[in-house]
């Protein structure tokens, strides 16, 4: 059974970047999309983006500009980098994943969340 | 403001069949495939239909999907207390990638 972690800073000042990890455990990193979603508190979910098994990525248009996601497949960990952060990017973050085949937002697996906020 | 439009609420008594639609356009809920998310509160979401209207194993067959043109639905039969929850809808767009409907919140009377 593939589970997924998220860890990182749980707080980050505004302009900074926003810096997360997703550790991937029960199964490779291969044949999968590998996604990050967001969700602010109170509100409704947002999908990142993700990175494909074979190293493509693609991303939500409204973050594009400030959002890179990586994968390190020799750690089975794949991250999500925010650039130029504001108070609106305060959000529980979830890395989440997908069979290649099931395409990418047949989302079965979810680590637990992690809350960042972006505060001075 | 989603680019899947879903209801802020929705509620039933137990016993009871309720439906949560999802309203999209041509680019996306027509031309793909339409996924649920069922989030209980303080938890990860987790996938309810994926493909307009199959079942992962383990979800109970009270719930049920369809899609129509540019929407799709989520129906509950047989309301139960534990099916409180925020319902998300989602999709691909061909323009913006992976869009969510801003969610349902689900009262079991």
């Known amino acids: 059974q593939v589970q997924l972690q998220e860890s990182g800073p749980g707080l980050v000042k505004p302009s900074e970047t926003l810096s997360l990890t997703c550790t991937v455990s029960?199964?490779?990193?291969?044949?999968?999309?590998w996604s990050w979603i967001r969700q602010p508190p109170g509100k409704g979910l947002e999908w990142i983006g993700y990175?494909?098994?074979?190293?493509?990525?693609k991303y939500n248009p409204s973050l594009e500009s400030r959002v890179t996601i990586s994968a390190d497949t020799s750690k089975n960990q794949f991250s999500l980098n925010l650039r130029s952060v504001t108070a609106a990017d305060t959000a529980v973050y979830y890395c989440?994943?997908?069979?290649?085949?099931?395409?990418?937002?047949?989302?079965?697996?979810w680590g637990q969340g992690t809350l960042v906020m972006v505060s001075s | 403001q989603s680019v899947l439009t879903q209801p802020p609420s929705a509620s039933g008594t137990p016993g009871q069949r309720v439906t949560i639609s999802c309203s999209g356009s041509s680019s996306n809920i027509e031309s793909n495939y339409v996924f649920w998310y069922q989030q209980l509160p303080g938890t990860a979401p987790k996938v309810l239909i994926y493909?307009?209207?199959q079942r992962p194993s383990g979800v109970p067959d009270r719930f049920s999907g369809t899609k129509s043109g540019t929407s799709a639905s989520l129906a509950i039969s047989g309301l139960r207390s534990e099916d409180e929850a925020d319902y998300y809808c989602?999709?691909?767009?061909?323009?913006?990638?992976?869009?969510f409907g801003g969610g349902t919140k689900l009262t079991v009377l």
């Open positions: 029960g199964g490779s990193i291969t044949s999968y999309y």
């Open positions: 989602a999709a691909w767009d061909d323009s913006l990638g992976g869009v």
């Open positions: 990175i494909y098994y074979t190293g493509s990525t």
């Open positions: 493909r307009n209207n």
């Open positions: 989440a994943t997908s069979l290649a085949s099931s395409g990418s937002l047949y989302l079965q697996h």
